[in-house]
């Protein structure tokens, strides 16, 4: 029988394994966090709103404030209009950008499209909002006319349009201004655009031609998550909000001392401390680097899966290449998220060679099926 010590070490191999073939989940792995391992000695705790004063002061707000002001810049928020926090991922994210707009709008309908992350549909659920769900274009992009012609018929009620900024399987992103233009064109002056940004908030600003996304653009929350692009040994997210939404919301509790402003009580300390190390260290031309780096192995990836005739693509400034469905044996392997398609996201830590490796197994596999194919042939002819 295994003792506790032994089923550590295994649970560590296998991880370490499994590590190295996960090119389906957008979860960068090339991080160095150890000049902070001291810190898990401590009981850090982020309970409250960070940038209020606080009884417990065994917290990382400091840190999380700066994480927060990174990104509002990074999204050119108004420089006096601004809030966020250290979420525990980017579906908490996108369900405070959902409260948000229900503070906001208590009458509104919500719209999103078909291609929008699960996170969106339960949240919606969870704030028992009422919605409708718009086509998506076959790239995954939001379908404007749809959205249009649907807020067309509910001109008289104010609108909350979530707008997708790389969606899940095709890595799509809807044009805010776009949005914009729809909703001024129909005179719905009370609205409400929270953008999902969950893995391509990171890497937005550097996208050539630019796509129209963030808070200029017509947003009124962003959210992200912490532990895709950027990369963490936990789960973490930001939501970035203008500070006057916030302020409707906030309710002061006296145990804690400071604003009941967040979704959970009890916050992960060390997310925020994690996450202001990579920021600070990257900057924002390591970030910058990092995009260009992945969408130069996103753009191998498709040649090559091209050469050996798959029709891969991709959508404009993406990481993620989209092909058809592979064999299971491959999608076990690599741990591809598939639906009816398939996808390999190319996060910084992706090599070429992985890639090699991926595409001589696709062309074996294929190889296996022909010959298969042509073994049934002969049985057929005896
Ligand atoms: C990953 C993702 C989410 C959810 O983020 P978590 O950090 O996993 O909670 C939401 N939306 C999109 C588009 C995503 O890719």
Known sequence: MMNNEQKIDELL????????RVIGYPVAKDFDYSRLYEFLKHPINNVGDPYEDNTYKVQTHE????????FAKLYRADPTDFWGYVTNGGSESNL??????RESHPKAMVYFSESTHYSVKKNIHLLNLPSITIRAQENGELDYEDLENTLQLN???????LTTFGTTMTEAKDDVSEVKRILKKLAIQNH?????AALAGSYGPFIEPRIPFDFQDGADSISISGHKFIGSPFPSGVIIAKRSLRDRIARGISYIGSLDTTITGSRNGHSPLFLWYAVKKMGVKGLEERYRHSLETAEYCKTELRKIGIKAWTNPGAITVVLPKVANRIKEKWQLATDDITHVICMPNVTKSQIDEFIKDIIEEKEHADLNTENKELQFQD
């Open 192 to 196: 409400y655009i929270h953008c999902d």
């Open 155 to 161: 001109r008289d009620k104010p609108a909350i349009i």
């Open 13 to 20: 191999t296998k991880l370490i394994q499994e590590k190295d």
């Open 63 to 70: 840190m999380e404030r700066e994480v927060v002001d990174f």
């Open 96 to 101: 405070y950008g959902l409260y948000l707009a």
